[in-house]
């Protein structure tokens, strides 16, 4: 059992930057896969990046790719993502996911048994 507890969020200006950090609680943590997906009002949650558990490979969204990273840091159960040059359509309450099942499919939300509470990250123009 997995337990995920996100920070970082909050209000920046367009074009600014945050880092997201995900608090895991279990030993198993280090052997599990992590994501970020998103969601913004009205929308459906949307995959963002992944990682897997050993620091490689990393899947990222088209939408994402170069800008932010998503990384861990498995000795302190903590995964985060830096998210830069953020635009306002990007305004959404971001999850922090793990799985620690062999899946290929990591961009999608059943690929993830376990989920944070989320937290706001609002861009404004």
């Known amino acids: 059992q997995v337990q995920l507890v996100e920070s970082g969020g909050g209000l920046v200006q367009a074009g600014g930057s945050l880092k997201l950090s995900c608090e895991a609680s279990?030993?198993?943590?280090?052997?599990?896969?992590v994501a970020w997906f998103r969601q913004a009002p009205g929308k459906d949650r949307e995959f963002v990046a992944a990682?897997?558990?050993?620091?490689?490979?990393?899947l990222y969204a088209a939408s994402v790719e170069g800008r932010f990273t998503i990384s861990r840091d498995n000795a302190k159960n903590m995964a985060y993502l830096q998210m830069n040059s953020l635009k306002p359509e990007e305004t959404a309450v971001y999850y922090c996911?793990?799985?620690?099942?062999?899946?290929?499919?990591?961009?999608?939300?059943?690929?993830?048994?376990?989920w944070g509470q989320g937290t706001q990250v609002t861009v404004s123009s």
């Open positions: 279990g030993p198993t943590f280090r052997n599990y896969r």
């Open positions: 990682l897997a558990w050993s620091g490689r490979p990393t």
């Open positions: 996911a793990a799985d620690g099942r062999t899946l290929t499919a990591w961009g999608v939300s059943d690929s993830y048994a376990y």
